[in-house]
């Protein structure tokens, strides 16, 4: 079986997935993960080189997989939902809680695969204990990354958040009067930008590279053993009605469990993935937590 990648455009992906056919229904008689119903499984990224690989861990247990590459987060999710692909892999709990809150929606996730720790970063400073008290620091803007890196910020000691902080905590939850510095946001892309300018940085890991920066220069990151970090561990999300469905678990236990994949995204990653096998009941009842704290 040769690999199959198909890409799907931002703006048309779900009306070109729409004539294509539910992705495990297109067939009523043939079984998901067959050459005639092969598994539909939505990425953001296919052309990272794991991927091939994973196709023929996934081959050699006799599982027939298309990969549909999206170039933008905010498509798999619908495209699954809507029955265009059987299982997707882009994105962590928190924002798969976020989709399913705003969406009305109940996708579920079915397996663990790694926690990128989220850094602190400064020009001026060398660790957190240099940072003189009253001076500013950035944070992304957008909902999930901001309150990860509140949650950086204290347990780094600069800040604390009312009533401890969660997964939704915001600026408004900064105790000024119990913190150490100011904290500010700007848009995830700029943070890193603003590093000349102020005492440090929450920054994205999708950013450093452009900035020269690596993971190890971050001054302080979450701990990915912290309970507080199991919302931001990625994972393979599906319908709620397949979460126990055998093929697409199988998929979760080839991705975990082979060497070589696991080599290739932690090359992709830079070396700051931290592999994880989280149970599905403990992703599930994290999901819950997150999306009730979203809902109030």
């Keep these: 079986m040769a690999f199959r990648i198909r890409t799907i455009a931002p703006i048309a992906a779900i009306s070109i997935l729409a004539l294509a056919g539910c992705a495990s229904g297109g067939d009523a008689e043939a079984e998901l993960g067959t050459e005639e119903n092969p598994v539909q499984l939505g990425v953001v990224g296919a052309s990272d080189e794991y991927w091939s690989v994973y196709e023929e861990a996934v081959e050699a247990e006799g599982i027939s997989l ?28 928190q924002y798969l809680a976020d989709y399913n809150v705003s969406a009305g929606d109940d996708l579920q996730p079915i397996g663990a695969t790694a926690i990128y720790p989220l850094g602190l970063y400064s020009e001026k400073y060398d660790s957190v ?36 902080g969660n997964s939704s905590s915001t600026l408004e939850d900064v105790v000024e009067d119990e913190s150490r510095v100011v904290v ?29 920066l690596t993971s190890a220069d971050a001054i302080a990151a979450d701990d990915p053993s912290d309970p507080t970090a199991l919302p931001y561990v990625n994972i393979f999300a599906v319908r709620a009605d397949d979460v126990d469905n055998e093929v697409l678990n199988r998929l979760v236990e080839i991705y975990q469990g082979d060497q070589e994949v696991l080599d290739g995204v932690q090359e992709t990653a830079g070396g700051t993935a931290v592999f994880a096998t989280t149970p599905a009941e403990d992703l599930q009842a994290s999901l819950a937590d997150v999306e009730a704290s979203l809902q109030g």
Excluded: C, K, M
Aim: proline letters at 5%; glycine letters at 8%; aromatic letters at 4%.
């Design 66 to 93: 298309e990969i549909v590459d999206f170039t933008e987060y905010t498509q798999p999710n619908p495209a699954l939902s809507e029955g265009e692909l059987d299982i997707n892999q882009f994105q962590h709990i």
């Design 129 to 164: 204990d240099d940072i003189p008290d009253g001076e500013t620091v950035v944070v992304p803007n957008d909902t999930v990354n901001q309150a990860r890196g509140l949650l950086v910020l204290q347990s780094a000691g600069l800040i604390t958040l009312q009533d401890g």
């Design 184 to 212: 500010e946001s700007a848009d995830a892309a700029l943070t890193v930008t603003s590093l000349p300018d102020v005492a440090a940085a929450i920054v994205n890991n999708d950013f450093l590279g452009n900035a020269g």
